[in-house]
């Protein structure tokens, strides 16, 4: 309980700091929190990936209604209930996915487990958030492209200027997860 309440508050520190980042172009900002999910996630499993997870809904969600996220304000302003549940869904989910990775393959190699939940992380979150995005906030979209072709704003601020600095942060991290994962699988 403890080790979960330690990421929780990682998760809402980072979350906040994150948004003290200048989002790029103005509504596109990188999630730091997705490092202490998956570390949660691959120490003590889906719940508590879960349980991150819905942290970082909810810190995302105080600051889609505060205007802390600009880009969140627009969403939440278009549809709040809807915000709320694709907000709570890529979050939830990109926890349970990185714990349901790793439990699949840790026993055959650990570290590699690390690596594809470091990575599913961050592709659940931005490819749960994307095609959301794409069914019911299409017209946020339009204006978060300026007036640009839609897709190509998704491919070049979405997934280029967001998911993969995500998921080479969640990479690079991978050698420290694996770590502190093998020192507390040890001690229990």
Known sequence: ??????????VIVLQFVGSMIPPIG?????????IPIVLGAAVYGPSAGAILGATFAAVTIINCITGADP?????????PLLCFLVVSAKSVMCG?????????MKKRNPYLAMVCAAI??????TGIFVTCMLLFFKPVLSTWSGGTDVVTYVL??????NFVPEMILNVVFTPAGHQITRIVNKTR
């Open 26 to 34: 103005g509504t596109v900002s990188i999630s730091l929190v997705l």
């Open 1 to 10: 309980m403890v080790g979960i309440a330690l990421l929780m508050a990682m």
């Open 156 to 161: 070049t601020a979405l997934v280029l200027c």
């Open 96 to 104: 349970l996915g990185a714990a349901w990775v790793y439990n699949l």
């Open 71 to 79: 880009g969140g304000a627009m969403v939440f302003q278009a549809n």
């Open 120 to 125: 599913i992380c961050p592709l659940l979150n």
